[in-house]
């Protein structure tokens, strides 16, 4: 179990990487909104293996199948499955894994959990998992940009030491994808490019910061006290492979400010309430601000590296382990459209959420007879 | 919304600071436990305001009372209400509060979601809804050190920029609870109390880093994909109030070492497989490995400080306003016991739904004739 | 487990009948609704023992206290927990119950599940424990009736084989609370109230039907394909004490009648579409078709009587056992504000549900720029 | 929102009549299980269109395809999605039902809840969206039968006034399967194909009754008070298209009885504790006492006849329609297999969660140093 997510718009995830497929199915979109296959297939595409010279050399078209929901063109408000086959399989690559655990993947963890695992590629622990996710966070994108003006931006902050330049005013997608690497700043994308590629001639691996960023998210959305929208974004990130951290507004480095630093203060701009810094990051009491919603996440370098490595088998008898199957040298650039659709699904649900109990009724108790 | 925690031992709290009550029910606890109110009462006087010259003065006993679900001194199975009346009101501090926002409180949000708020000391975004979490905690705590020998224990790491070396081995309560700051360096302890001390005498506030160490905790802990034991536990620390980031394992430290540097080799220790470092920080796709489960999190300097700051009214005209309520300089000293109480609500619910899964049936096909 | 009900406006209920108190939170209230203990009050006493000379002589005030979520008269979208204490305890007349087993009561069933039980009165399998699905469902009544101007009325239709002659026109509150006995036609409450004094006098008890019907509710709510809107109620009436079969509007007689004579016919009447019949019972597809909600549940007569029986006890040796708690010959008067509190707690939810999907955003792809 | 069932053994079902394909993921499923694509086609097989000459003409194979979650025979712990592809479209028999609103279909709510539909067949409303829950329950059953031993059978008891005689002892699959009306009584079932028959060539349709009966189960399954288990099989029965009405053990009968009467005495057999009579269904507070479940649920007669009837249009005119999709005249037969489905995914459900609760530790606190 676990393989479900949210509330009202709630989706629930198969498949294991070289299995027959992955997949997705929502439940509690609205209905009619405009929607086809090529909505999906543009944020598969910037998740898929293959896509550039840093990323892994796995071939898969991703194709995805809408397998119910939409008729006509827009959503029903019926479930929404959707399907993506595996193609590119090749369990060879895997054969010694079946008994050989390797290092910081969960091979040992569902060996141990489920008494079995599907070897080859991971299975379920990969990453091809996401894949649904993708799909699923493209519908709720979809809807919060058409029915709220929301857009939602992710992008590599840093990749090992390599740190982008703050930012200054809102990112925009065209800047994130104008290169592989997803960075918006030019000039720090091309180092992590060398980089990345300089790792990988070592048959090693990086990690980094993808930093994600939402503008135009109105004020009311989280659920305190268990279900804010911090706490729901925070088990969304840590919910991704290879994610070690994740932090809101000022985050680790707040905690060396003091109160009187550290406190945005309220002004009035343009008829409204705003807050004169953000180290907030756009929540207060784990409810949305209006202010830019800001948090980051930290991803740690890729466990496949291309060495041997000490490790034991299944019996706990020594041996050693070389990396073959094809892999990412920097999961980074492949991250961020899945850290948007993961956004895309908590505020989804969320804005139901406040929509359901707080704008259901305006009570009225003068004109009633109660 | 978003007031119950869990899915098999599930918890719902109610109450707001200078309301009546503030309290919680667990529905979902294991039957036979042996469980009396001082098993509660000795972690909400961790917990409670008052308890040394470092906290805020505000004097509440905090007295528990067991409403159901015990009976001859063990649980019934059936659901566990426990109430805690407050005492010390004082509204009349409260007063300027009821139309200017406090800033970096969430009395603005409040406002924004439910189109009221209850003012009087933050109302249900005060701290002391977390009366509830510790008293559930405590249920929690006492089955996993019970019924499966698992140990929890937070402590803080870092106020502001003080912070404490590396331990080596285990953290002990005893070490913990020492001095009143909850920091189990002696000599960090000290420069901490007396920092504490310092910024409260400037009307001001810090921040800083509770660690959380789980020791004995068995495989197979944490439902893949969504719910894996790391999201579940970021969940629950971001919902805490002032929490602003959370890291297991090696971390944001982490994305700056490369894999081969990064991944914790497998090797058989004792006729057990375990790894020779736990940069995971025990976790591994999501599912507890056997090491020590390790996680860290930020808390923000306090909102309320003694000083006159710059805000707006409800209605957006500019104002200013003078902290006066009674306040913790710093929160982090007592969130040591809510940390633990979080924890020990992941964890206990973890294991029941590993439990319900992987330990149900034994299927032996060869004996049956289906 | 399984003492919380519904997915938006959800309760979660504890206490056991002789523990300390019996309660109810209620999670995802509107904010903004007057409320005060009064109108709690007004359908705990509708359902309190004692309250006439047909039901149990316990004496319970069954006095509620609201601990939190109202401040100044109104909800404030916070959790609104109400405590009711226990008063009336009369422990040693159960004395033999703790080891020998009553007859159709949940004694046995409580043993073997939870390996223990409060024997005094039934501990959490008592009827008490709807005290707080009575005060949860006040809540929700007062919303639907001041929010959304529905009705829902339920009554005493049968007694043993004493059955009302068919109500012509929706039945009046008033009517019903006419005579202790909740029938709303007269002539045949009389004779039901001798029936139950003479069942009584025989130390026997007796059950019935009650029939509930909801005015003015609107189309759309419901949630297929399992959460039905009869679905939903029919676990809702099933899951109350005695109870033992539902039907929605022509239910177990419809079986009979052929699809010609059975299906509803659509007719346009004062500009909208609405069925000639109502067969349905108000619900097509799971969903509220805008006609009367109807439908129907079986109690069956009470299992405590005042008669000798043989039984087993614990240790499974034969024992013969005497009815001497105080209990009701008939539980239907009282089962009226129960389950029409349960149809309540139903609707809320759903219109929380329907709200959240389908009224959100109206979709206006061509103002957009996506 | 509503197309999922269960909390630990948890199923989301997609797809509408007439669109790409209808399908189930469940997650939850213990690891381990053998499990192939037969299993699951047995039991569609029992439910498929065109099956006899008392059932729907339209020719579906109904082939599933096992998308996820099994490899190497067994299950793997992971999500287990399965697809079914539909064939057998007509669109152009459905034209007319565009605009008019089909009497007593929920052609006329889903329009006033979703503001559009699939007209074709139904679209969502439609048995076919069954097809994922007999697939799903497959798999319960199979688990209940070789990790638990019990057996699950429901039959065809009654067909509009055609009563089949009480039964002796358990009932045995192959009766029930002997003939294509599913009734285990043959002298009843010849009759009830020929009414059946009848009713067919005027073009008009029948209803009746399906009992269900499950041997083998232990006690303590049922979750009070809400999830009681007569609870959540009266959802799971009146979540089924047609059915409008559910009874456990006396049910609707048992209104008519004395307390005296109805009480089921306990006696020891056979080392155990028993009821001497089952006027309880198998069920006490709630939870399952070791008898035989026994229940009985209402179908109502198609609402499909080839018969002219009045209705309105979308636009409220008035108009007339005629049948003409394929439809059965009887739905009972094939209801079978989805009352033993329902049943199956309730009852592993309950189990996983008695489980999870009450088997998860022993306490003992002498040897422990708590």
């Given at each position: 179990?676990?393989?479900?997510f949210?509330?009202?718009?709630?989706?629930?995830?198969?498949?294991?990487?070289?299995?027959g497929?992955?997949?997705?199915?929502?439940?509690g979109?609205?209905p009619?909104?405009p929607l086809?296959?090529?909505?999906?297939?543009?944020?598969l595409?910037?998740?898929?293996?293959?896509?550039?010279d840093i990323?892994?050399?796995?071939k898969?078209?991703?194709?995805?199948?809408?397998?119910?929901?939409?008729?006509?063109?827009k959503t029903?408000?019926t479930?929404?499955?959707?399907n993506?086959r595996?193609k590119?399989?090749?369990?060879s690559?895997?054969?010694?894994?079946?008994?050989?655990?390797r290092p910081?993947?969960?091979?040992?963890?569902?060996d141990q959990?489920y008494g079995?695992?599907?070897?080859?590629?991971?299975?379920?622990?990969?990453?091809?998992e996401?894949?649904?996710?993708?799909?699923?966070g493209a519908?709720?994108?979809?809807?919060?940009?058409?029915?709220g003006?929301?857009?939602?931006?992710?992008?590599?902050?840093?990749?090992?030491?390599?740190?982008m330049?703050?930012?200054?005013?809102p990112?925009?997608?065209?800047?994130v994808e104008?290169t592989?690497?997803?960075c918006?700043?030019?000039?720090?994308?091309?180092?992590?490019?060398?980089?990345?590629?300089?790792?990988?001639?070592?048959?090693?691996?990086?990690?980094?910061l993808?930093?994600c960023?939402v503008y135009g998210l109105?004020?009311?959305?989280?659920?305190?006290?268990?279900?804010?929208?911090?706490?729901?974004?925070?088990?969304a990130?840590?919910?991704l492979?290879?994610t070690?951290?994740?932090?809101?507004g000022?985050g680790f480095?707040?905690?060396?400010?003091?109160?009187?630093?550290?406190n945005?203060i309220?002004e009035a701009?343009e008829?409204e309430?705003?807050t004169r810094?953000?180290?907030?990051?756009?929540?207060?009491?784990?409810?949305?601000?209006?202010?830019t919603l800001?948090?980051?996440?930290?991803?740690k370098?890729?466990?496949?590296?291309?060495?041997e490595?000490?490790?034991?088998?299944q019996?706990?008898?020594?041996?050693?382990?070389?990396g073959?199957?094809r892999?990412?040298?920097c999961?980074?650039?492949?991250?961020?459209?899945i850290?948007?659709?993961?956004?895309?699904?908590v505020?989804?649900?969320h804005w139901?959420?406040?929509h359901?109990?707080n704008?259901?009724?305006?009570f009225?108790?003068e004109?009633?007879?109660s």
């Open positions: 179990m676990g393989s479900s949210g509330t009202l718009f709630r989706i629930s995830t198969w498949g294991e990487s070289h299995g497929s992955v997949g997705v199915v929502i439940d979109c609205p009619g909104l086809s296959a090529e909505d999906i297939q543009a944020e595409d910037r998740r898929k293996p293959g896509q550039s990323t892994t050399p796995r898969e078209p991703d194709s995805v199948e809408i397998l119910s929901g939409v008729h006509d063109g029903l408000g479930p929404i499955a959707m993506v595996n590119d399989h090749r369990p690559a895997y054969s010694e894994m079946k008994t050989a655990y910081s993947h969960a091979d040992f963890t569902y959990k079995r695992r599907m070897a080859e590629g991971g299975g379920r622990s990969s990453a091809r996401t894949i649904g996710r993708v799909a699923a519908v709720a994108s979809k809807i919060l940009k058409l029915g003006g929301v857009q939602i931006v992710a992008y590599v902050e840093s990749i090992e030491d390599i740190q330049p703050a930012s200054e005013g990112i925009q997608r065209e800047q104008a592989p690497v997803r918006p700043d030019l000039a720090t994308a091309e180092r992590m490019i060398s980089r990345i590629k300089e790792v990988r001639s070592e048959g090693d691996s990086i990690g980094g993808v930093t960023e109105p004020t009311g959305l989280g659920e305190p006290v268990f279900d804010r929208l911090e706490a729901d974004l925070a088990k990130m840590l919910s492979p290879a070690k951290g994740f932090e809101v000022s480095a707040g905690t060396r400010l003091k109160g009187s630093e550290h945005d309220f701009r008829g309430i705003r810094t953000n180290n907030a990051g756009g929540v207060l009491g784990g409810i949305s601000n209006g202010e800001r948090f980051r996440v930290a991803f370098p890729t466990a496949t590296i291309i060495q490595q000490d490790t034991v088998t019996a706990g008898e020594p041996t050693k382990l070389m073959k199957g892999h990412d040298p999961v980074l650039p492949r991250a961020v459209p850290v948007e659709a993961m956004t895309a699904l505020l989804m649900d139901m959420r406040d359901a109990q704008h259901l009724f305006d009225n108790p004109s009633s007879n």
